[in-house]
């Protein structure tokens, strides 16, 4: 079992940043793969950037790549998004997601434990 809090949302003006930070507790958890996702109202929930076990390999949704950067500190069992330029429509709720297995991937179906997600509110 992997128990995942995140933080680090907040409300922010259009253009500028934030760093969300999931803090994973449990067996694997540093070597797991994550994922952030974000659901908007009314809207599904959606992949924005994964990274694998060893942090060699990330991937990112085509809305934020350019503006968003995943990475994560094994030593402390933290995942981090930093998301620069901020836009009014990456408002949403913000979801760490884990793995069992090292590989990252952008599906959310394969993700096996989630967080239970941190609001983020950019203003325009």
């Known amino acids: 079992q992997v128990q995942l809090v995140e933080s680090g949302g907040g409300l922010v003006q259009a253009g500028g940043s934030l760093r969300l930070s999931c803090a994973a507790s449990?067996?694997?958890?540093?070597?797991?793969?994550m994922g952030w996702f974000r659901q908007a109202p009314g809207k599904e929930r959606e992949f924005v950037a994964a990274i694998s076990g060893s942090g060699s390999s990330t991937y990112y949704a085509d809305s934020v790549k350019g503006r968003g950067t995943i990475s994560r500190d094994n030593a402390k069992n933290t995942v981090y998004l930093q998301m620069n330029s901020l836009k009014p429509e990456d408002t949403a709720v913000y979801y760490c997601a884990a793995r069992r297995f090292a590989a990252a991937t952008a599906t959310r179906g394969a993700y096996d434990y989630w967080g239970q997600g941190t609001q983020v509110t950019v203003s325009s």
């Open positions: 449990g067996r694997t958890a540093s070597s797991a793969a």
